[in-house]
């Protein structure tokens, strides 16, 4: 584990959030839902990238311009060109922020001011080196397994500054069962890693009873949803709601899948490595 510290003029989240663009969450169970919805593309109105102030933009650009390098010595994304960066990692990455903050305060009972969050398979640091950069009072936990992918996180934290970031190289199962670690986040967020009811078992076991579980899903993830719906009630929540929130992806949005954990999850979860993507619930 490394933990990085540099200092940050930080924004008023707030002040941050109300500038997003932003679509009401709708339940599950909503009958206004048509469950076979196929959304048509929408042209993004704002840029969230445009919201952040000089600084922040100065990490954003640092990272991106990391990004792309190291991306020439191995598979970082499948991503090559600036533009699509921003468009495809960077403001899908921040869109997420106003489904967190609608969510935590109006159910988790506090303000969304001082997160503690965990971005689980993170990869290279999406979507949590770019909240973590976004939202300077949060405390951002970004857990990968694979070496590689950590040492470019190292590389990326030291050349962006951020001082609210911390990177653990351990893979969800074995994290997930460590006292320190396990029930202690405020939020557990996830995109591009496994299918939900696989990332259930990730994440929420980190999580927190009365905190969140938020997984970046597609524009239709309703049978997605479905699939997870035992495995993430076995691990102590429940399907909140969905946030649709503007994107470049083909069909113009994403959902943010939320979840709110009630109880504590059961002891024997996460099982062994390998065995939840292998075993689903």
């Known amino acids: ?12 989240l707030r002040t941050f959030i109300k500038h997003l663009p932003y679509t009401t969450p709708f339940s599950l169970n909503s009958p206004t839902i048509n469950r076979n919805f196929v959304t048509p593309a929408v042209s993004l109105k704002s840029s969230h990238f445009e919201t952040l102030n000089s600084q922040q933009k100065g990490q954003i650009s640092l990272y991106v311009d990391s990004l792309l390098q190291w991306n020439q010595k191995m598979n970082l994304t499948a991503v090559l060109e600036r533009s ?15 489904s967190i903050d609608e969510s935590y305060t109006s159910h988790c009972g506090s303000s969304c001011e001082s997160l503690n969050l965990v971005d689980v398979g993170s990869g290279a640091g999406l979507p949590g080196l770019i909240l973590a950069i976004a ?15 950590c040492l470019f996180l190292e590389h990326a934290v030291n050349v962006t500054g951020v001082s609210n970031v911390q990177f653990v190289r351990d893979r969800a ?3 997930g069962q460590m006292l320190e670690f396990r029930e202690s986040f405020d939020v557990a967020v996830a ?10 078992e990730y994440c929420l076991p980190l999580v927190r009873v009365g905190g969140l579980f938020v997984a970046a899903k597609g524009h239709d993830p309703l049978e997605e949803i479905r699939n ?35 109880r ?11 065995t939840p993507a292998k075993v689903p619930l």
């Open 84 to 98: 699509e960066v921003m468009e495809r990692h960077i403001e899908d990455s921040l869109a997420i922020i106003p």
């Open 135 to 149: 939202c300077p009072g949060w405390k951002v936990t970004l857990l990968e397994s694979m070496k590689k992918r």
């Open 264 to 274: 504590p999850t059961p002891r024997k979860y996460p099982r062994e490595p390998g």
């Open 173 to 175: 199962e074995n994290f």
């Open 1 to 12: 584990m490394l933990c990085c510290r540099a200092g940050l003029s930080p924004i008023s």
């Open 191 to 200: 995109r591009a890693v496994a299918e939900l009811r696989v990332l259930a």
């Open 228 to 262: 997870a719906e035992r495995a993430i009630d076995l691990m102590g929540a429940s399907v909140l709601h969905q946030h649709l929130v503007e994107s470049y992806s083909p069909h113009g949005q994403r959902t943010a899948v939320v979840c709110l954990k009630d």
